[in-house]
């Protein structure tokens, strides 16, 4: 399935939430290529991180998690491509707060520039209410995650299942402590997707024609959205219809 074209010009960003273990990240990266567009992952961070003489376990710890070294991490990004991370200088002591601050400026920086996907990073939160953004979520049972695990990362079942259970607790944590959100909440998604039986590339296509399909929606006002829209009235009521008893 090859995407519209159009859709480059019309939808800016996709975000990429994701259990651990589902195959979110390799979804990301094939959806990546598939569009042309960029991808903002944790192994992005890592990777500038390294150039700057820090831990990939230091990075793991503070990405997504807590205030860390986001700060010289920045600074890198945006001198490697000043166009997408336009966060400004970066204070190299910063507090929580700053940090937070300043993860929302790379994440809407990297969204006004266009044609990203973002995994992670509370972006289905930070541009929940940006309509030309596309929020996904993926999932699979534990079951389906650990073999995932094992396979890609040489871990055996138990210290598979601990590195998940650690990593969906980080998540979740990082999200509900700094907006009062849980990731698991599906009003947050456009899509909700199970990796447990539909294969990778389908759940791309997936992705790619849901992208599509909301770049049309693009130009219907708010209010005429919805499920309800183009609907008539049942033509009769339903079955389990009963008036209150306030109003017979």
Excluded: C
Excluded at 19 to 41: C, F, Q, V
Excluded at 158 to 171: M, S, V
Excluded at 216 to 226: C, N, Y
């Amino acid at each position: 399935m090859s995407g519209d074209s159009s859709i480059n010009t019309q939808m800016r960003a996709i975000t990429i939430s994701r259990e651990y273990g589902s195959g979110g990240g390799e979804i990301a990266r094939r959806l990546a290529k598939r569009l042309g567009w960029r991808l903002i992952d944790h192994e992005t961070v890592v990777r500038v991180a390294q150039e700057l003489g820090v831990s990939e376990a230091e990075a793991a710890v503070h990405d997504e998690y807590a205030e860390g070294l986001v700060s010289r991490i920045l600074t890198s990004m945006q001198a490697v491509d000043p166009a997408l991370y336009m966060t400004g200088p970066a204070s190299l002591t910063m507090n929580s707060q700053e940090y937070h601050k300043a993860l929302e400026k790379v994440v809407t920086s990297a969204a006004t520039a266009g044609h990203v996907v973002i995994v992670g990073r509370a972006a289905q939160v930070i541009l929940a209410k940006q309509r030309d953004v596309l929020h996904v979520r993926v999932v699979a049972s534990i079951e389906q995650r650990i073999p995932y695990v094992m396979r890609r990362e040489g871990l055996d079942q138990d210290a598979a299942r601990k590195r998940i259970q650690t990593k969906d607790r980080d998540r979740v944590r990082y999200l509900q402590t700094q907006y009062r959100h849980h990731p698991v909440d599906p009003h947050l998604y456009d899509l909700v997707l199970n990796s447990n039986i539909i294969d990778l590339d389908s759940i791309v296509d997936l992705i790619s024609l849901a992208l599509e399909r909301k770049a049309s929606q693009l130009s219907t006002p708010t209010k005429d959205l919805g499920p309800g829209r183009g609907l008539t009235r049942y033509p009769t009521q339903p079955g389990d219809f009963r008036l209150s008893e306030s109003t017979t």
